[in-house]
């Protein structure tokens, strides 16, 4: 099955202990499409201004994602730049600069509105909510935010939530949206506005998936070079609604095995810069990790009956 995502296309400045990176392509669309490629068809929407170096999706482009939502503009495009200190959890924005964003409308071609699986990565909620205007019933819609929308675009945000059915943010922006600083409690808070799943990442920590009654837990994978944490979010979400798009399946079941894959796909992209690790890996790779996943967390229990 198909997965349409509306998200940003950009060009990342990224400062890390390890090194830096210039302009190289980013964004939430960029890493989400990057990951979930490997699991499904993908139809991405965006757009990127006239000094895109575009041969650099190419990478995409190869591995089946269909750009044909993604429009040019006149201006520039969509910069983020931003530093990981040693605590390499967050991320400190430097600059954003929204470029030909600030007066994009999404145009989801005919093709695509009929994706069963949508994801609204993070970009202005306002476009977002543009996006679930023209899509034909999906049967499972997704999105996700960061701080700079949970200040700018509360409301909208708030108007966001009664409209999906899961939501992905990180434990800063739960504690941010909620104003709430357990878990447990934002989690809670969140569902009573529509999702019935809302997944909550901890980086290096892993990442809860809370329903209203159950709470599903998978470790990050302990790898000993993280070298730039940048998209492991999206590259989450890609593995996650890949794994769903892949299998048909939206059980419970099915959902914690998407977190496991979710999880996968992350690991991955905090090995390289951009989405350089992400589009050298195969299946092998990811099935490979997925079983260290499951050896990682797997023990026998010696309980009284
Ligand atoms: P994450 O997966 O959370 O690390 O997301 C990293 C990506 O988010 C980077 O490639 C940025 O280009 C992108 N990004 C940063 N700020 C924003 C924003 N305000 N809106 C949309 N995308 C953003």
Redesign the pocket.
């Known amino acids: 099955m198909t997965v349409l995502v509306v998200g940003?296309v950009?060009l990342?400045s990224v400062e890390t202990p390890f090194g830096r990176a210039d302009d190289v392509i980013?964004?939430?669309a960029t890493?989400f499409s990057a990951a979930a490629s490997h699991l499904t068809k993908v139809q991405l929407v965006g757009v990127v201004g006239d000094d895109y170096p575009l041969d650099r999706l190419d990478a995409l482009a190869s591995r089946g994602v269909d750009l044909a939502g993604l429009e040019r503009a006149d201006g520039e495009s969509f910069r983020?730049r931003g530093r990981y200190r040693h605590d390499l959890n967050s991320?400190e924005?430097l600059e954003?600069r929204l470029g030909v964003f600030s007066h994009f409308r999404p145009k989801i071609p005919e093709a695509f509105r009929r994706a069963p699986f949508v994801f609204l990565a993070?970009?202005d909620p306002r476009l977002q909510l543009e996006v679930l205007r023209q899509v034909d019933r999906p049967k499972l819609v997704a999105c996700d935010t960061?701080n700079?929308?949970i200040e700018s675009r509360r409301s909208d945000l708030l108007t966001l939530l009664e409209q999906v059915d899961l939501v992905t943010l990180n434990d800063a922006e739960a504690r941010q949206l909620t104003e709430s600083a357990n878990l447990v409690k934002a989690a809670r808070w969140i569902l009573d506005r529509g999702p019935t799943h809302v997944i909550i990442k901890k980086g290096e920590h892993g990442a809860f998936m809370f329903t209203r009654d159950s709470v599903f837990f998978a470790p990050a994978y302990p790898l000993e070079d993280v070298f730039d944490?940048?998209?492991?979010?999206?590259s989450f979400a890609g593995g996650f609604i890949g794994y769903l798009a892949r299998t048909g399946d939206v059980s419970e079941a099915s959902m914690r095995r998407a977190v496991i894959f979710g999880s996968a796909m992350g690991s991955f992209a905090v090995e390289r810069f951009s989405i350089g690790r992400l589009t050298e890996i195969g299946m092998d790779d990811i099935t490979n990790r997925v079983r260290a996943f499951h050896r990682l967390v797997s023990f026998e229990a010696e309980l009284p009956p």
């Open positions: 940003s950009a990342d980013g964004g939430s890493f983020w991320a924005t954003t993070n970009i960061m700079f929308w944490p940048t998209g492991a979010g999206d």
